[in-house]
C-alpha cells in the first residue's frame, strides 16, 4: 500500500481505516530466521503495543529513528494519541514516559509529520506542567509579549498562505456588492493591523461608475501604535486616488469594546468585517457555559419570529438533542443563548443596523467538551495547515518556522494547554456560527458568484494548487484539498417582531 506524504491524509487514514504498518527490527528474527515484524503497530513476542515504553530505560529500538517517511508518520499519529490519552487522564508519569519516546521522532526542523508532532508534544507538556504552578510560573516568568511581533507574523501567514487573502477578497466583493450606490460608507474592522484588505477596497470603489463614495474606516485594536500605521497607510492610498476618507482608531480589545464608541451616523451605510476574532469572545462566557442564561429563552422567542423555518428544520432534525446537549456541544441553541458576551456583543452589532457584516472563522471544532475531542480535532485541522506549508516552502524557510512555531504552535497550545478564560482559540465550524447569528437576529447573505470566481481567479493567478472554494449554504469555505480551513459568511441587520 502506497501512503500519502501528507500527515493529514495519513491521520485519516488511521481515523478511518485500519491502516498496517510492518516494521522490521534487524536485531530480532523468529526461529526459522525470518524476520519479526510488526502489524499496526504491534509487536508480536514482546508482550503489548508499544514495547519500547519502557520507564527509564529510554529507546531500546534505536532503528525506530530509521522509519521511512510514512511509517514514522504514522507511528507518530499514534504515539501522539496515547500520551493524549494519558494527559488526558492525569498519568503524568505514563505521558512523560511517552513524551520521551516521540521526542526521539519528532523534530521542528524535520519533515511535517515531524513538525506537528514537536508542536504538539510541547503543548501536551505545557498542560502537564500547569499541574505544577510554581515550577510552570519560574519557567514562564521571564517570557516576553510583543504585539509587534504578533503583527509580523500574522503577516507572514498572510504572505505564505492565500487564506488571508481570499478572506479579504471575497469580504470585499460582498463589500462592493451591498454598498452600490450608497455615498457614505461606513466600515468597522474589528481587528485592524492588516492595510492590504482596506486599500484594495479604496481601489475597487474608485472604479465604481457612480465615482467613489466617502469613506470612513473604524479600526479597533489594542495597540495605538498599530492604528497609527494603520490610518497613515490608509490615508496615502485614499489621498491618492482622492477619495474623501477618514479613519477612526479604536484603541481596546474586542472583549472590552464599548459598541457606543464606534459612532455611527445617521446616513452612513456601515459594513462590519470580522477576520478570525469573533471565536476568542467565548473564553469570556466560559465561566458561565453550564448554567442556563435568561439570554437563551430571549434568543430562541427572538428566532421563532423571525426564522420559523430555519430553526424548525434543524429542530426536525435533531429534536431531543437540540436541548439536551452538553454546553459546549456542537450545536445545542441553550448553549447558544448561555454565552452572554457573545450574544451581548452580537446584538449590540445587531442594534447598529448594518447593511452587511462579514465574518471569517476556522472551520474547525476546538471548543469541544472533552480535552481529546479538542486535541484530535487540532490534530487533523492544524495537519493539513502543516500541508500548505510543505506544498509551497521550502522546510528551511525560517519564515516557515516562525508562522508553524509561533502561529499554529501557540494556537495549538492554547488548544490543548489551556482553560477557562485563557482558552481564546475557541475555534467552532459554520454550522454553529450560522445558528448562533440567526439567534441574534442576522439573516444571511448568499455570497456572490462573482465573489467565488475571482478567489478561484486569485488561486490561479498566484499558483496555489490543492486549494478549493466550496459553497456550503450561501457561505464560502476555503479547503486544502478536501479538508475545509476557512469558513467566510455574509450577514445583514434584519427587523423580528
Given at each position: 500500500m502506497v501512503l500519502s506524504l501528507y500527515p493529514s491524509s495519513l491521520l485519516l487514514r488511521v481515523h478511518?481505516?485500519?491502516?498496517?504498518?510492518?516494521?522490521?527490527?534487524?536485531?530480532?528474527?523468529?526461529?526459522?530466521?525470518?524476520?519479526?515484524?510488526?502489524?499496526?503497530?504491534?509487536?508480536?513476542?514482546?508482550?503489548?503495543?508499544?514495547?519500547?515504553?519502557?520507564?527509564?530505560?529510554?529507546?531500546?529500538?534505536?532503528?525506530?529513528?530509521?522509519?521511512?517517511?510514512?511509517?514514522?508518520?504514522?507511528?507518530?499519529?499514534?504515539l501522539l494519541q496515547g500520551c493524549a490519552h494519558h494527559?488526558?487522564?492525569?498519568?503524568?508519569?505514563?505521558?512523560?514516559?511517552?513524551?520521551?519516546?516521540?521526542?526521539?521522532?519528532?523534530?521542528?526542523?524535520?519533515?511535517?509529520?515531524?513538525?506537528?508532532?514537536?508542536?504538539?508534544?510541547?503543548?501536551?507538556?505545557?498542560?502537564m506542567l500547569k499541574g505544577l504552578p510554581g515550577l510552570y510560573k519560574a519557567l514562564n516568568s521571564t517570557k516576553l509579549s510583543s504585539i509587534a511581533e504578533e503583527i509580523h507574523i500574522k503577516r507572514l501567514f498572510f504572505e505564505l498562505c492565500p487564506f488571508l487573502k481570499l478572506s479579504y477578497v471575497i469580504s470585499n466583493q460582498?463589500?462592493?456588492?451591498?454598498?452600490?450606490?450608497?455615498?457614505?460608507?461606513?466600515?468597522?474592522?474589528?481587528?485592524?493591523?492588516?492595510?492590504?484588505?482596506?486599500?484594495?477596497?479604496?481601489?475597487?470603489?474608485?472604479a465604481?461608475?457612480?465615482?467613489?463614495p466617502h469613506?470612513?474606516?473604524?479600526?479597533?485594536?489594542?495597540?495605538?501604535?498599530?492604528?497609527?500605521?494603520?490610518?497613515?497607510?490608509?490615508?496615502?492610498?485614499?489621498?491618492?486616488?482622492?477619495?474623501?476618507?477618514?479613519?477612526?482608531?479604536?484603541?481596546?480589545?474586542?472583549?472590552?469594546?464599548?459598541v457606543e464608541s464606534l459612532r455611527v451616523k445617521t446616513g452612513e451605510a456601515l459594513a462590519v468585517c470580522?477576520?478570525?476574532?469573533?471565536?476568542?469572545?467565548?473564553?469570556?462566557?466560559?465561566?458561565?457555559?453550564?448554567?442556563?442564561?435568561?439570554?437563551?429563552?430571549?434568543?430562541?422567542?427572538?428566532?421563532?419570529?423571525?426564522?420559523?423555518?430555519?430553526?424548525?428544520?434543524?429542530?426536525?432534525?435533531?429534536?431531543?438533542s437540540a436541548y439536551s446537549l452538553s454546553p459546549d456541544s456542537s450545536l445545542s441553541p441553550l448553549?447558544?443563548?448561555?454565552?452572554?458576551?457573545?450574544?451581548?456583543?452580537?446584538?449590540?452589532?445587531?442594534?447598529?443596523?448594518?447593511?452587511?457584516?462579514?465574518?471569517?472563522?476556522?472551520?474547525?471544532?476546538?471548543?469541544?467538551?472533552?480535552?481529546?475531542?479538542?486535541?484530535?480535532?487540532?490534530?487533523?485541522?492544524?495537519?493539513?495547515?502543516?500541508?500548505c506549508l510543505e506544498s509551497t516552502v521550502s522546510r528551511a524557510s525560517m519564515e516557515r518556522q516562525k508562522v508553524e512555531k509561533m502561529l499554529f504552535g501557540e494556537e495549538i497550545k492554547n488548544i490543548i494547554s489551556c482553560e477557562g478564560t485563557d482558552r481564546k482559540e475557541r475555534h467552532e465550524k459554520l454550522e454553529k456560527w450560522i445558528l448562533r447569528l440567526e439567534l441574534s437576529g442576522f439573516g444571511r447573505v448568499q455570497l456572490s458568484y462573482h465573489g467565488r470566481m475571482q478567489a478561484k481567479k486569485m488561486l490561479q493567478d498566484c499558483g496555489y494548487d490543492g486549494y478549493e472554494i466550496k459553497e456550503d449554504n450561501g457561505c464560502l469555505v476555503i479547503c486544502w484539498h478536501d479538508r475545509p480551513l476557512f469558513s467566510v459568511s455574509a450577514w445583514r441587520f434584519r427587523r423580528y417582531e
Open positions: 478511518r481505516h485500519s491502516v498496517s504498518v510492518r516494521i522490521v527490527d534487524p536485531k530480532m528474527a523468529q526461529e526459522d530466521g525470518s524476520p519479526v515484524t510488526s502489524s499496526a503497530m504491534y509487536f508480536p513476542g514482546l508482550g503489548s503495543p508499544y514495547p519500547w515504553l519502557s520507564p527509564g530505560l529510554g529507546s531500546p529500538y534505536p532503528w525506530l529513528r530509521e522509519l521511512k517517511s510514512e511509517e514514522r508518520g504514522l507511528c507518530l499519529i499514534q494527559v488526558a487522564s492525569g498519568s503524568i508519569d505514563q505521558a512523560n514516559v511517552w513524551l520521551e519516546q516521540i521526542s526521539q521522532l519528532a523534530s521542528a526542523c524535520g519533515d511535517t509529520m515531524q513538525r506537528i508532532a514537536a508542536y504538539f508534544t510541547e503543548a501536551l507538556a505545557d498542560r460582498a463589500i462592493v456588492e451591498a454598498m452600490e450606490g450608497e455615498k457614505m460608507v461606513h466600515i468597522i474592522d474589528l481587528h485592524s493591523f492588516e492595510p492590504a484588505q482596506w486599500i484594495n477596497l479604496i481601489q475597487t470603489l474608485n465604481r461608475p457612480e465615482g467613489p469613506l470612513r474606516i473604524t479600526g479597533i485594536h489594542e495597540q495605538k501604535e498599530v492604528l497609527d500605521q494603520m490610518a497613515a497607510r490608509l490615508i496615502e492610498e485614499a489621498e491618492k486616488y482622492d477619495i474623501p476618507f477618514q479613519f477612526n482608531p479604536i484603541v481596546s480589545k474586542l472583549e472590552n469594546l464599548d470580522s477576520v478570525l476574532q469573533l471565536h476568542s469572545l467565548l473564553a469570556t462566557d466560559d465561566d458561565m457555559n453550564r448554567r442556563k442564561s435568561p439570554l437563551a429563552t430571549k434568543n430562541l422567542q427572538k428566532v421563532m419570529h423571525i426564522n420559523q423555518l430555519t430553526l424548525g428544520e434543524w429542530l426536525e432534525k435533531d429534536p431531543i448553549s447558544l443563548g448561555a454565552s452572554p458576551k457573545m450574544g451581548s456583543f452580537l446584538t449590540a452589532l445587531w442594534g447598529l443596523s448594518p447593511k452587511l457584516m462579514v465574518i471569517t472563522e476556522q472551520e474547525s471544532n476546538h471548543n469541544g467538551h472533552t480535552l481529546m475531542d479538542r486535541i484530535m480535532e487540532a490534530l487533523h485541522y492544524y495537519a493539513a495547515l502543516f500541508d
